[in-house]
């Protein structure tokens, strides 16, 4: 190894250099490193510049990928022996997304592995710094505030912002909590419930004629949805709102709605504006920073790592391993046109349209092992067409703009190839979601079978949880066949913070359409609350077939533990549902077939009413044990337990205690004499939900 004394000089010496360490050693793992005080024309081969600083590591991982490329093109297209990119700690600010194709893979038996070196912390950061700020005053508000001549120049705008690793707010009205529509104009009866409004009339004083009121946006809540609502017009005569977008559906007197980005509103600590004329970035800190000092971030890419192959070729970005790496500061806003146009300022569901910070393409094998994504206007990490195999393990997500993990797509692929399949979630915490895009969920599975999502923790998100499907009603799927098991996923709707809820219509886990052999157990659900209505645990909406849901604790939903809206052919069993508000259980739209078989459960709460919605009877009740706190009796719809029982439900069920260890604490053990043993219940374990913990690598 006597070589790594020399000097190198320039990229072509250092090309030459990977070729001949290849060569020499064949079966040797080979270590590249990338250093923030690297340097692209030195070799990589040191983890630290050498004292004459004429070699050292690499400065950017664009170019340790590169070195990976010339290896495998050396040695005739294929690796022949395993390759680590090591990178250093510290933030590598990016100026387009790291791209990785098939020309960087490994095999199975020589991977590519790009880890974090040691204990440090290395960022791709898709941000930019922002310096120069100077101590000013706007409406008689002491702000700080940096000239950006990007902005003033049309070819930058950002609507995140990090100061000192924390997200800072746009200015808000209000501060907390939320406005309520006071009237929606140009609706009849006749108006379809999936038709939006471009204006609305808000209540006097809510909102005044602000000089760059037409710089803000209304997001306003409705049904399952947000819509963001650019400001175009504003009559305070008439408390008339305009604007250049209509919401996603019909709005609806009372729905919550916020201003969000008007310069008067700037007013504290932690919130800031950008104004586009000027390009001025105005911020009012939080106690104790210093803009002197502080590390302030604005997102310039929507996205940070691109893994882009082309499946219906054969050809796989494969047997690459992520290893500790963040991934930090991307941003995606509504393009001039989308899937549902330009006018809208919105989705149909899950914000399904804003893109991964990391996102992938023909990937397959590959891994995320122990990373981080956080400080994001996006959902975190996106594997689309033709992804299978792959496995997100150990990872944390949070300060989501979006949601958490995306897997598949909302379009059936015929072809197998471009199909995504067998991936895999496990131990990830994904949390802290929905900060731009409210309706946007934990963990995203479109038209994707086999997937196994297990040992996870999803919390506070203003939507769902868990959403598998895509398919609504009995048609075409592919989302058969998914494990979800072991997960811990609480505080959706209404976040631990007390903030919420804003949205209706949602589930710990929500499913649609045909998924024979998707299996849900072994999970934990709680806190989840909906707006107007749909807070339930575990959700089986439109055409959801043959899924089994079981051993599962669902408890604290604000409209019952179990939902069904419509469906065939599904098993809830073995399952503990406790303390909804309104109702224990809901099943919707009468249907002439076996909707589902409720047996085997424990049901406790303090309602009257346990099942709510369409009773029809195609379905099976029994063996359940069934218990109201307080006393007093239980209503199937308008059937008291007698009547329920005469139309042949729940013929060997029991009103019963079901002695719980301590149901107060929600500690929901049996005692030994509990009642539930008579009727074949099977005690399960539930301690060890969530991420494991893992011991480091």
């Not at 001949?20 to 990589?44: E, L």
């Not at 020309?103 to 898709?126: D, Q, W």
């Not at 310039?300 to 970005?317: D, F, H, N, S, Y």
Request: proline share 5%.
């Amino acid at each position: 190894m006597r070589w790594l004394s020399f000097a190198v000089v320039g990229v072509a010496l250092s090309i030459f250099l990977e070729v001949s360490v290849v060569r020499a050693q064949k079966q040797s793992p080979v270590t590249f490193y990338v250093a923030v005080n690297g340097n692209d024309s030195w070799s990589g081969r040191l983890p630290s510049p050498n004292r004459t600083k004429t070699d050292g590591p690499f400065s950017t991982l664009k170019r340790a990928l590169e070195a990976v490329k010339n290896l495998k093109q050396q040695q005739g297209g294929t690796l022949r022996q395993p390759v680590t990119i090591y990178l250093r700690g510290g933030t590598y600010f990016l100026s387009e997304p790291i791209t990785v194709t098939p020309e960087h893979s490994g095999t199975e038996k020589f991977p590519v592995t790009i880890a974090a070196y040691r204990n440090e912390r290395p960022i791709l950061s898709g941000g930019r710094r922002l310096v120069g700020f100077k101590p000013t005053t706007v409406n008689g508000r002491k702000v700080w505030a940096a000239e950006i001549p990007e902005v003033r120049e049309g070819k930058w705008f950002f609507r995140q912002l990090w100061v000192n690793g924390k997200r800072a707010i746009r200015a808000r009205h209000p501060n907390k909590g939320y406005l309520q529509v006071a009237e929606v104009l140009d609706v009849t009866k006749e108006t379809p419930w999936n038709q939006g409004q471009w204006r609305f009339r808000f209540a006097s004083g809510d909102l005044k004629a602000w000089n760059t009121i037409t710089d803000a946006e209304i997001v306003v809540m409705n049904r399952w949805v947000e819509s963001r609502l650019p400001i175009v017009e504003f009559n305070e005569k008439e408390n008339i709102v305009r604007f250049g977008k209509r919401s996603v559906f019909r709005l609806d007197k009372g729905d919550p709605y916020y201003l969000e980005h008007c310069l008067e509103v700037l007013d504290a600590p932690g919130e800031w504006f950008l104004d586009k004329r000027t390009g001025m970035l105005y911020y009012m800190p939080r106690e104790g920073e210093d803009m002197k000092t502080a590390e302030v971030i604005a997102p310039v890419l929507t996205q940070i790592v691109r893994m882009v192959g082309e499946p219906k070729a054969g050809q796989w970005v494969e047997h690459i391993v992520w290893k500790g790496i963040t991934f930090s500061h991307a941003e995606w806003y509504f393009p001039e046109a989308s899937r549902r146009g330009r006018d809208v300022g919105g989705f149909a569901q899950a914000a399904v349209e804003v893109p991964g910070a990391v996102y992938g393409e023909g990937v397959r094998r590959c891994t995320f092992e122990n990373c981080t994504i956080e400080h994001v206007g996006t959902y975190g990490l996106e594997l689309a067409r033709g992804c299978h195999e792959n496995r997100i393990v150990g990872c944390t997500l949070r300060d989501l703009g979006a949601g958490g993990i995306k897997i598949g797509e909302t379009q059936i692929r015929s072809d197998e190839a471009e199909q995504t399949f067998g991936n895999e979630i496990s131990d990830c915490t994904i949390v802290d979601g929905g900060k731009m895009f409210h309706s946007a969920v934990g963990i995203w599975i479109g038209q994707s079978p086999n997937n196994r999502i297990i040992h996870n923790e999803i919390a506070d998100f203003y939507y769902t949880g868990i959403s598998i499907g895509w398919t609504w009603g009995y048609g075409n799927s592919l989302a058969g066949g998914n494990i979800v098991e072991f997960n811990h996923v609480h505080h959706i709707g209404k976040k631990s913070d007390g903030d919420g809820p804003i949205l209706s219509d949602m589930g710990g886990i929500y499913t649609l359409g045909i998924q024979h052999g998707t299996v849900i157990r072994n999970n934990l659900w709680h806190d989840i609350a909906g707006l107007r209505y749909g807070g339930w645990g575990i959700y089986f909406d439109e055409g959801s077939t043959g899924i089994i849901a079981e051993n599962n604790i669902v408890y604290n939903t604000t409209h019952g533990g179990f939902h069904q809206h419509y469906g065939r052919e599904n098993i809830v069993r073995n399952n503990i549902f406790a303390y909804a508000r309104d109702h224990q259980l809901q099943a919707s739209r009468p249907e002439n077939h076996l909707r589902f078989r409720f047996i085997g459960n424990i049901v406790i709460g303090r309602t009257e009413q346990w099942l709510a919605g369409g009773i029809d009877f195609n379905f099976e009740f029994d063996r359940n044990l069934y218990w109201r706190e307080g006393g007093g009796p239980i209503k199937f719809g308008n059937l008291s337990w007698e009547e329920w029982r005469a139309k042949g439900m729940d013929k060997n069920s029991i009103i019963a205690d079901p002695q719980f260890v301590a149901p107060e604490k929600f500690d929901f053990r049996l005692k030994p004499t509990s009642p539930a043993f008579k009727l074949g219940f099977k005690p399960f374990d539930l301690s060890k939900v969530g991420p494991r913990k893992r011991r480091p690598r």
